[in-house]
């Protein structure tokens, strides 16, 4: 029976909280997703996000006012069929990002004019071919990011694109002396990070030749296991005799030779 009494006390509490003046309060009402029904028509807009966020009445809010709002539906996964058409792009970007969505939808958001929005379905590795072709740079970056139609995007004008591929380790023997520094960072720590790529020294008339990087050693020093400017491991040495026949020598017998 006392504890009866406890509870109808704190639901009375909760009614007076949930009528107060104070936006802060009601906020963290809503928050707990309590009270929600009250809340549905709340004149804030904060307090509104907070039933949305907790999955109540989600259609009620499809056309409301503010943006965070309908925003905070589609983070839900909801609505992508009127949200898609949001004035918003911020609205349309989550829609992008959170909703599961239709071909059709997901062909209407490639085509979006914001390039927040096109960049995110780029990301989810949609439409990539005619996203390959964007007008924004920050659209072909995530393109990039998925490795796909790498060799069309090698000659792009964007550095940052460039630089994307050499985080992909594409082509890194062209992009570790691009004119932009930032793709030759990336290409360099691709290098780096993997360990195990592997070049091979090729013994020419005055220099040994980075297979990978064609960075130049003089031939009178010796070789290291690593290429100075590329990092990758050296697995072998080539000689090249010949035009026609290149000799393979172990490392470990180059060593003992030199
Ligand atoms: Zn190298």
Known sequence: MENYIEIEKLKNALI????????????TIAKQGLCLDKFVHDKNPFVRRAVVENGYQLDLFLYDEDMMVRKAIAKQGYGANILIYDKEYKVRKAVAKYCKLYNDQITILAKDPAPEVRAEIAKRGEKLTLLSKDPNELVRVEVAKHGYRLKYL?????????????????????????????????????AYNHADAK????????????????????????????????????????????????????????????
């Open 16 to 27: 007076l909280c949930s009528n107060s003046f104070d936006d802060n309060v009601r906020i």
């Open 199 to 258: 070049s091979e020294w090729v013994l020419e008339r005055n220099n040994f030749r980075c297979l990978n990087c064609n960075f130049k050693l003089d031939r009178t020093k010796t070789p290291s296991k690593r290429c100075p400017k590329c990092n990758f491991v050296m697995c072998n040495f080539i000689e090249i005799a010949s035009k026609k026949k290149k000799i393979k020598v172990n490392w470990l017998l180059f060593f003992v030779i030199s």
């Open 154 to 190: 090698l000659d792009d004008p964007s550095p940052l694109v460039r630089a994307a591929i050499a985080s992909k380790g594409y082509c890194l023997e062209i992009l570790l002396n691009d004119k932009s520094e930032i793709v030759r960072k990336n290409a360099k720590l691709y």
